[in-house]
């Protein structure tokens, strides 16, 4: 792993990329902090973080884009499955030479605090908790990118469909309010997401009888549970689209909070996709 990890961040930093990444977090932070706490005087750090959050929608894809579909378009991911070392282990890798990638900019903002404590009184276990709220959900994001990199060979692709995921887990807020809670809203919502599902099943595993019969389980024990008890139901697309809402579990940590669920599903996400990663990989290498 630890060879694959110093590939990894040596190809970053021998590149554009790596450096594009750095500069460009630092520099939209830096706008940022500049107008909101150096010129506006505002005190809490953690204010500046939570507006400069839509970086990751635009630097995650830049960052993760290659890290599997170069590979993959190029052939050398053969090098991957005879390796002497276990997928879990490049992969994580991988994904810890990009998480390293992400802590050198984090190191310089750890920095800013101290600036704006020459200037007045600040709250530095505020101003920390956030920073590290932002670093988790930086490593959160680039665990799905690493995933959505694992599935396709291009990395246009793979770029394109990391940022609609994410942009679709920044507004996921606002799409909920568009949909009515009532008990057919949220069963209608959720026979829309099993087709979805039955599309992902048939692309990863191209057998039509596995998901005729996975979309009929899906849509049977909806139906059925509907049929039983629709109450079930009331607000339930609401609190499952919750679950996908990566900017939200951010926001505890905006007020200084040490907020331990925000910590399990940063790391939940993580572990996770970094987990369909492994098994993405493991599929083409049995294949």
Not at 199 to 216: E, F, N, Q
Request: proline content about 2%; glycine content about 8%.
């Amino acid at each position: 792993m630890l060879a694959v990890y110093k590939k990894e961040l040596r190809g970053y930093l021998t590149s554009m990329i790596g450096y594009v990444f750095i500069a460009f977090v630092l520099a939209i932070v830096g706008v940022y902090f500049t107008a909101y706490n150096l010129t506006s005087a505002y005190p809490e750090f953690g204010v500046t973080l939570s507006a400069v959050s839509f970086v990751f929608l635009i630097i995650t894809p830049v960052l993760t884009m290659r890290i599997l579909a170069e590979e993959k378009k190029q052939r050398t991911d053969q090098l991957l499955f005879t390796a002497p070392v276990s997928v879990w282990k490049i992969v994580c890798g991988k994904y810890l030479g990009m998480v390293t990638i992400l802590f050198i900019p984090m190191a310089i903002i750890c920095t800013y605090p101290l600036i704006m404590g020459k200037y007045g009184t600040i709250s530095y276990p505020m101003a920390y908790t956030a920073i590290f709220g932002f670093f988790l959900m930086g490593c959160g994001n680039i665990a799905v990118g690493l995933f959505l990199s694992s599935i396709t060979e291009s990395q246009i692709i793979a770029a394109v469909l990391t940022f609609a995921v994410l942009f679709i887990c920044n507004v996921i807020q606002g799409i909920e309010s568009f949909i009515a809670q009532t008990a057919s809203a949220s069963l209608i919502s959720i026979l829309i997401m099993a087709v979805i599902l039955c599309l992902i099943i048939y692309r990863m595993t191209k057998d039509t009888l596995v998901t005729i019969i996975a979309g009929l389980v899906m849509a049977g024990t909806a139906i059925g549970l509907f049929l039983w008890k629709s109450s079930l139901f009331e607000g339930a697309i609401q609190k499952f689209m919750e679950i996908f809402n990566i900017t939200g579990h951010f926001d505890g940590f905006v007020g200084g909070v040490l907020d331990m669920s925000g910590i399990v599903y940063m790391v939940s996400i993580i572990l996770i996709f970094v987990f369909l990663t492994v098994q993405s990989i493991q599929k083409r290498r049995w294949s």
